[in-house]
């Protein structure tokens, strides 16, 4: 049986300035499947999607919609043709109501009756399963549910062709499972749905093919189920990579630093962190889940001397034997104390590194923080910069690239390797594959386990919790800026720390704190 082609792209050519983004990609999706794309990071998919989106428009290239030929210059014209783009970061407005945001800019939106769009809202929810109530507020929703919004509204405007970029990033494993559920129902209803995920497991769920980009080309479609995370890998970078992360035990653990009780708020001054202590060893890694905005951030930004806290204590315990109290210290103070401390930031280049500097100069900062004078010898940090650059293979012309043109997959790989280099006891990182291709994240998770070896405290905040459980020794499970538990990363499950983020109920067994 032939399938019925919902979108076919031919010889799609995208560039910027002397950058390739896409070279002749051609490639379809078929009315009522899921279609997966995966790549390295640069390798052009979601620039192929923005032009499915109308956010760019091609060089060359023809695009078929049912059939026909199309020309689509602008988001109005995708959404004409039945195309409607999820983003990974919502476009809300969190003062109205679900169902106001549906129907907002909408043509004769104002005559529309609420109680007339509430029945098509509940029609469209029906029939694909979702759990929504269109008169809440959207500053009242979790994730799940303004993802749930933003799908709705794309239905809405009658959308048969969904795109989806990073749909599972911060949902918990029963949110995740809910999301699957309802887009293999759109899917039985002729839907044409596309995922962008770098969670290969979810993409051999849930997908029926998968296309394949690298440097900008088109490599293949294969038919899922006869795909393996090895061999769809092996397509994304064109060799062989292992996907093993070497967790060892962990072995002579000593406490580097202790965090009794600290409660501390934001700048609107909600209470972002209430009563959280635990403790973090040498020779491990500790993992931190919860969902987004759950005092992740606060934690370590604590640590580091970034966030003040209201109450409580921070201790740092040196390999020397030395205990300092740090939670009263600024960043600046915990550095003059030759505290060895790194913190990889999740802004990147608001806290991390300076964009309009070079590599060797962001190597520098290092030195200027810890009172060795900014106007020092160049050669040890451009050498530095140099090894960083080969070792965990950032792309860029040289290292005198400011590192505002760096992709943030490649920004992360350089801010991570300074902070290595640092020499650290103590080692913070929050969302450190963010962005990353499989490939360069399984280069972040060998260096955290190096570290590891090396003695160093890991604290490690991450999203996707079967990483976190098979890299991490412990993990401590946030829940509305309480600690849920810690638990022991070798006899969890990713749905006994879900439910703990999504309940804050600590219902099996953990450790004490």
Do not use: W
């Amino acid at each position: 049986m032939e399938h019925e082609i919902a979108i076919e792209l031919k010889d799609i050519t995208k560039r910027f300035g002397e950058v390739v983004a896409n070279d002749k990609v051609c490639l379809s999706v078929r009315k009522g499947e899921i279609l997966a794309i995966l790549g390295e990071n640069g390798s052009g998919k979601t620039t192929l999607m923005n032009i499915l989106s109308g956010i760019y428009f091609p060089d060359e290239g023809h695009i078929f919609v049912g059939g026909k030929e199309v020309t689509i210059r602008s988001p109005r014209d995708s959404f004409a043709l039945g195309i409607g783009m999820i983003h990974q970061h919502f476009k809300l407005v969190n003062v109205l109501t679900a169902a106001e945001n549906i129907t907002l800019g909408l043509p004769g939106e104002e005559n529309l009756k609420m109680k007339t769009i509430t029945k098509e809202i509940e029609r469209l929810t029906g029939q694909y399963g979702f759990e929504f109530n269109p008169a809440q507020k959207i500053y009242d929703m979790s994730v799940s549910q303004k993802q749930t919004v933003e799908i709705i509204k794309v239905l809405y405007r009658g959308a048969e062709i969904l795109i989806l970029d990073e749909p599972t990033a911060v949902l918990t494993p029963q949110e995740t499972k809910k999301l699957f559920g309802v887009l293999k129902n759109m899917k039985n209803d002729g839907k044409s749905i596309i995922i962008i995920t770098h969670k290969l497991n979810e993409v051999l769920e849930l997908s029926d093919r998968v296309s394949v980009l690298r440097r900008g080309k088109y490599i293949g479609t294969v038919d899922t189920k006869e795909a393996t995370a090895a061999s769809l890998t092996e397509m994304m970078v064109g060799a062989k990579v292992t996907l093993d992360i070497a967790r060892t035990d962990p072995v002579g653990q000593q406490k580097r630093i202790e965090v009794r009780g600290i409660t501390c708020s934001n700048k609107e001054g909600t209470t972002v962190l209430k009563d959280v202590s635990f403790l973090a060893f040498s020779n491990e890694i500790l993992g931190i889940a919860g969902i987004a905005g759950n005092g992740q951030k606060e934690i370590l930004e604590s640590i580091a001397g970034l966030q003040e806290i209201e109450s409580g204590e921070i201790l740092y315990y040196s390999p020397e034997g030395d205990t300092i109290k740090i939670s009263q210290m600024k960043a600046a103070d915990i550095y003059k104390l030759n505290i060895s401390l790194a913190f990889v930031p999740e802004d990147r280049l608001g806290m991390g590194l300076v964009g309009s500097m070079d590599l060797t100069d962001n190597m520098m900062l290092r030195c200027y923080k810890e009172g060795r004078g900014f106007f020092a010898d160049r050669k040890k940090p451009r050498n530095l910069a140099l090894s960083i650059v080969d070792q965990l293979q950032v792309a860029c012309p040289s290292v005198e690239t400011p590192v505002r043109r760096l992709s943030g997959g490649n920004l992360q790989k350089v801010l991570l390797g300074r902070e290595i280099a640092s020499n650290p006891s103590v080692l913070m990182v929050a969302y450190p594959v963010r962005g990353l291709d499989i490939n360069s994240s399984y280069t972040i998770y060998n260096l955290l386990n190096e570290q590891k070896s090396k003695g160093v405290a890991v604290i490690y905040v991450g999203e996707d919790l079967d990483v976190l459980l098979e890299l991490c020794d412990r993990i401590l499970v946030l829940a509305g800026g309480s600690v849920a538990g810690i638990v022991d990363a070798r006899q969890s499950t990713k749905e006994e720390i879900g439910l703990m983020m999504s309940t804050g109920k600590d219902r099996y067994a953990h450790e004490e704190h």
